[in-house]
């Protein structure tokens, strides 16, 4: 890299649970700018799934959900010789958590709930006990990395 390295920009928590995660999760769901709308959407949720689930609190729910549907290893597109390898890589920190968060909202958007509170409470739920299109989706990741194990030398 020729520039110097980009600044980390400081997260503030959420004004209810007081937890950066919660923040930065909201600021993935937000679209066009419209955050109270996304915080909204986020704690109404969370109700749902404090009313579904009695053993846990919904936040508890939430943060087992994002850790059950967090890949280990990803695969990479690496060009060599003429031919494209699948080359499974390790995932870095950050774009774990990125990745799970982005994963939980987008497979919730397309669920057949009526509203958006509802459909991410139900794919809460559903990641939290190790089910769902997120959780699969973890799950296909991994798969793709064990089947592509052999060009792991070719990792960059």
Known sequence: MRRRKAKKIAILPDPIFKDVQVTKFVNNMMLDGKKNLAFKIFYDAMEMVDAKLEDATGLETWKKALENITPVVEVRSRRVGGATFQIPTPVREGRKESLAMKWLIGYSRKRNEKTMA?????????????????????????????????????RF
């Open 118 to 154: 509802q459909k991410l409470a139900a794919e809460v739920i559903a990641a939290s006990k190790e089910e769902g299109a997120a959780y699969k989706k973890k799950e296909d990741t991994l798969r793709m990395a064990e089947a592509n194990k052999a060009f792991s030398h070719f």
